[in-house]
């Protein structure tokens, strides 16, 4: 009995290492591999509305914060306090996970070609746009950056934003 059961149980542990091996993925620690710094790899175009921020029957220009991040989650806080949307509107590096911050003016009628870096570690972009009155729901744009490997050969990731009236919107 002693040594059927052997054989058995040696099996049983041969199959059990190398199915281990079979599910770790490519950089072989079960951890994605991190994201490297790209040189004009980020290409923003933004087009306005002629009648862009319509307020009291005027279009007016706005600015435009774009934030570049490790994790969304101080991001997404922010977006639901109080004053949360105005100090997003201040476009700083307001907590460890952002790792870059840029204001753009748009005025109506406008097309803007924006190229950026791509920070180190950046897996996610935040856009606030200024319009009047500052409601969520208008305002705020979240992109999860692709991996740079996913989108092949080209290491350019063309976003287009459209800025209308009273809200900003991603344009696919």
């Given amino acids: 009995m002693k040594i059927a059961a052997t054989p058995a149980l ?10 281990c091996s079979l599910f770790k993925d490519k950089g072989g620690d079960g951890v994605k591999p991190a994201i490297p710094y790209e040189k004009e790899s980020i290409v923003l175009k933004i087009r306005s509305d002629p009648q862009l921020n319509l307020f ?9 914060c774009t934030y ?9 806080q922010l977006t639901d306090e109080k004053n949360g949307l105005s100090r997003l509107m201040e476009c700083e590096r307001f907590d460890a996970s952002v790792l870059s911050s840029k204001r753009i003016i748009v005025h109506p009628s406008q097309q803007v070609k924006e190229v950026r ?4 570690g950046a897996r ?9 009155p500052l409601e969520k729901s208008r305002v705020i744009l979240l992109y999860p950056l692709p991996y740079p490997s996913s989108r092949g050969g ?3 990731l063309v976003i ?13």
């Fill in 10 to 19: 040696l099996c049983f542990l041969l199959l059990s290492l190398c199915s």
């Fill in 56 to 64: 009291q029957g005027q279009p007016h220009s706005l600015a435009l």
């Fill in 68 to 76: 570049q991040m490790k994790d969304p989650n101080a991001f997404n």
């Fill in 117 to 120: 870096d791509r920070a180190e």
């Fill in 124 to 132: 996610y972009l935040g856009f606030v746009a200024g319009y009047y």
């Fill in 154 to 156: 080209s290491k350019e």
């Fill in 160 to 172: 287009n934003l459209d800025l209308g009236q009273r809200q900003i919107q991603l344009v696919k």
